[in-house]
């Protein structure tokens, strides 16, 4: 089993960014929190028009997962397990953008490694230690400790067909890069 940091391919690959910059903080973190009762589609923009458009999109590292209509066809059960999907209007483009729910308070505190403060609580999390049998059936999913910014895939503990790397790979997907955190 390993478990890959979610990181948004911000360097070769298309921003959107809010019209109204208030929707970044009135609307736009995901932390966990259900959003669907009451969302409209938030107004969006490409912040960088010549960068190569992937299915995948940057919004700045808020927790969320942002996509295409290709991508919300072929991973649609895996983003349901996860979480909940909410519109997002760019131009005259429909984009998606996955709020996960499923946070699961899986690490291993004893085992991972931590940045820790001068008075000597606990700050970042540097080196990931797991508590595998608390990864749930969504192949997508957060912890406490990240859930403002990092989403995570778990990958060798389902069916290949119901994990998200698995998926990306195979329909060629664009726009994320995975980072290794945890391997067992």
């Not at 483009?93 to 001068?118: E, H, P």
């Amino acid at each position: 089993m390993k478990i890959y940091k979610l990181v948004e391919d911000a360097n070769n690959y298309q921003w959107i960014m809010p019209e109204n910059r208030d929707d970044i903080t009135e609307r736009l973190s995901f932390e966990c929190q259900s959003k669907i009762s009451g969302w409209s589609p938030v107004k969006m923009f490409v912040f960088n028009p010549a960068k190569k458009k992937g299915n995948f999109f940057t919004l700045g590292g808020i927790g969320a997962l942002v996509f295409d209509e290709k991508v919300l066809d072929k991973m649609l059960t895996i983003f349901e397990m996860a979480g909940e999907i909410l519109p997002l209007k760019v131009n005259d483009m429909t984009l998606y953008a996955l709020n996960v729910l499923s946070c699961v308070n899986s690490i291993d505190k004893d085992k991972s490694t931590w940045n820790y403060y001068d008075d000597g609580t606990r700050g970042r999390l540097i080196k990931y230690s797991f508590h595998t049998d608390r990864i749930t059936e969504s192949s997508i999913f957060k912890i406490p400790e990240t859930c403002k910014g990092e989403i995570l895939t778990s990958y060798g503990i389902n069916d290949k067909e119901d994990e998200f790397l698995t998926l990306y790979k195979k329909h060629g997907f664009t726009g994320l890069t995975f980072e290794e955190l945890f391997s067992e």
